[in-house]
């Protein structure tokens, strides 16, 4: 049987997938000390209200390129698989069947927990599952702190530098991880390709290839 292994789950559109996103995952990968890393983009994702979102298989094969090479950050299908809105309960529950020895860290950027409340069955995914939440410019990582209703309080710890195996609490937890985060966002890059500029500097040169060849983001909102 399969060791007890610490498994992150990032999802995200991915719309493309990018260097702040690499960035962030490497980060968190060594300072909660985590085995594996699955990057799952949604199918529909239930919080973007932006139209221009590329077909679900060019952003799988974006994040396969720039994954290209690195066995500890693994592409996953398992919500475009599924077609249909991608909730985050949903994914919890594939991935407890599909890796029943794995403990599970939600890693997410703290722009898009501070909407947690809005998420579908949202206290169940926090008692289900530990999350790394990620500092990300403009944000302020203590709010975390001022959302949450107070019977969550006792579950927030911020994650220190290198954490030891022994200080990983029994329970389940949220930590706050202040990283070094990269200025950089999705919806800069697809602004950058609609008015011809380069990306070069954003995204691994195969990604910015795929989206040339493939004429994404050239057009729409
Ligand atoms: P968009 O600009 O289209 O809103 P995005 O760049 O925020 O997209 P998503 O795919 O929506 O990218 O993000 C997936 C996850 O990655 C979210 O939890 C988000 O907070 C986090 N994230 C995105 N960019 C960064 C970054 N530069 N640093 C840290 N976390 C990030």
């Known amino acids: 049987m399969e060791r007890i292994s610490k498994l992150g789950i990032f999802g995200g559109t991915f719309n493309p997938i990018h260097l702040g996103h690499l960035r962030a995952g490497e980060e968190v990968y060594r300072r909660a000390r985590l085995d594996k890393i699955l ?3 949604a199918y529909i994702p239930p919080h973007k209200k932006q139209v221009n979102i590329a077909p679900a298989e060019d952003r799988l094969a974006m994040l396969r ?8 950050f693994v592409p996953s299908a398992i919500e475009i698989e599924d077609q249909r809105t991608s909730y985050s309960i949903y994914t919890l529950k594939k991935i407890k069947r599909l890796y029943p020895q794995a403990e599970p860290f939600f890693i997410i950027g703290v722009d898009a927990f501070l909407e947690i409340e809005t998420w579908k069955d949202y206290e169940h995914v926090l008692e289900e599952s530990n999350f790394l939440v990620m500092s990300r410019p403009g944000y302020r990582l203590a709010e975390v702190k001022e959302i949450l209703p107070n019977r969550w309080q006792s579950r927030i710890a911020w994650l220190k530098e290198e954490e030891k195996e022994s200080r990983f609490s029994s329970d389940y937890t949220i930590y706050l991880v202040e990283i070094n985060a990269l200025p950089i966002s999705a919806s800069e890059i697809r602004d950058k390709v609609r008015r011809g500029e ?7 040169p195969a990604v910015a290839d795929y989206i040339h060849r493939h004429h994404l983001y050239q057009d729409g909102l």
């Open 65 to 72: 390129l720039a994954l290209a090479g690195r066995q500890e």
């Open 198 to 204: 380069s990306i070069a500097h954003l995204v691994p």
């Open 39 to 41: 990057f799952i983009p």
